[in-house]
Nanobody, 124 residues
C-alpha cells in the first residue's frame, strides 16, 4: 500500500510560480510511474503531467512549456514546478502512483494510489 501526501499549494498572483511536492511512503517509489492531475470546481479531474520510473515525462498541452514534473527517487518525492500561472490553473492538484513503471498514463483510471490533494489558487 502506497501513501501519497501533497504539499506546496497556496495562493499566487497570475504570472507567479509554485512548486508542489508529493512524498510517497509504504511502497517501491522508484518502481512506480507518477502523475499529477487537477480538478477545478464543477469540472472533471484532468491530466497535468506524468513521469515514468526513468524520468521520461509527458504533459498536457495546456501546461506544456510552463510546468515541469521531476522526481527524486532518493527522497521518494515527485515535484511539479509551475511557472507563468494563470487563473485557469486554479484547482485542487493531486498526485498519483501507477504500479506500471514505464507507463506515461494520462487517464486517472490507470493510477492505483492517490494523495489527498492540495489547493492551488491563482488570482488575476
Amino acid at each position: 500500500q502506497v501513501q501519497l501526501g501533497e504539499s506546496g499549494g497556496g495562493l499566487v498572483q497570475a504570472g507567479g510560480s509554485l512548486r508542489l511536492s508529493c512524498a510517497a511512503s509504504g511502497g517501491t517509489f522508484s518502481a512506480s510511474a507518477m502523475g499529477w492531475f487537477r480538478q477545478a470546481p464543477g469540472k472533471e479531474r484532468e491530466f497535468v503531467a506524468t513521469i515514468d520510473w526513468s524520468g521520461v515525462t509527458g504533459y498536457a498541452d495546456s501546461v506544456k512549456g510552463r510546468f515541469t514534473i521531476s522526481r527524486d527517487n532518493t527522497k521518494n518525492t515527485v515535484y511539479l514546478q509551475m511557472n507563468s500561472l494563470n487563473p485557469e490553473d486554479t484547482a485542487v492538484y493531486y498526485c498519483a502512483a501507477d504500479s506500471h513503471p514505464w507507463r506515461l498514463g494520462v487517464r486517472s483510471s490507470g493510477y492505483d494510489y492517490w494523495g489527498q490533494g492540495t489547493q492551488v489558487t491563482v488570482s488575476s
